[in-house]
């Protein structure tokens, strides 16, 4: 089951309970993890899809914003900005943590949180979780138990997690959606 919550109060009460992944305190591409945000099309694949990523300030707070046309022309249909968890790109232990929180506003669609890890080896495996991205901020935490495996037959492995990604997948739309913070919370 998913939590959704909102607001400055939300963020205070959970502050004990969460490890940053990105604060968005540095300059874009670079994130607190030192690790670096990345924009992913179905182009490396043959798609015609295509996006934009850019640092910018939305409704009063810093964010990443990922904007573009999703197409399925070409078996293409995806958009993302990914974030490897670790500098060099090695695996990290996310056991001890239930899921992910990411602060998030959007176009009121539908969008995914991919998470890779260090036994994922083809582009189009992950672990995924769909989220909406409502037109005001709001925090959304997503549960570890509730990502389902796409195409891999491993079971999620949160001592070998490797990667996130923001995704807009699937449909053919216009993708809107900007991330203020991301974190691992218990």
Do not use: K
Not at 76 to 99: M, N
């Amino acid at each position: 089951m998913r939590t959704i919550a909102t607001g400055l109060e939300w963020s205070r009460s959970l502050a004990a309970t969460t490890e940053t992944i990105d604060d968005l305190s540095q300059t874009l591409p670079r994130a607190s993890n030192c690790a670096a945000w990345e924009l992913v099309a179905d182009r490396v694949m043959g798609g015609v899809s295509n996006g934009t990523m850019r640092r910018m300030v939305v409704l009063g707070r810093a964010a990443i914003q990922m904007q573009g046309d999703v197409s399925l022309e070409n078996n293409g249909g995806f958009i993302q900005i990914a974030l490897d968890l670790a500098p060099d790109g090695a695996a990290i232990d996310a056991s001890r943590w239930a899921g992910i929180e990411i602060d998030v506003i959007g176009n009121n669609e539908s969008y995914n949180l991919h998470l890779r890890t260090a036994e994922v080896a083809r582009p189009w495996q992950s672990y995924r979780q769909s989220f909406i991205a409502r037109p005001e901020w709001q925090t959304v935490r997503l549960l570890f138990a509730d990502f389902e495996a796409h195409r891999i037959d491993a079971s999620l492995n949160l001592s070998r997690l490797r990667r996130i990604g923001i995704v807009a997948i699937g449909r053919a739309f216009h993708a809107d959606i900007a991330i203020g913070g991301v974190r691992f919370h218990s």
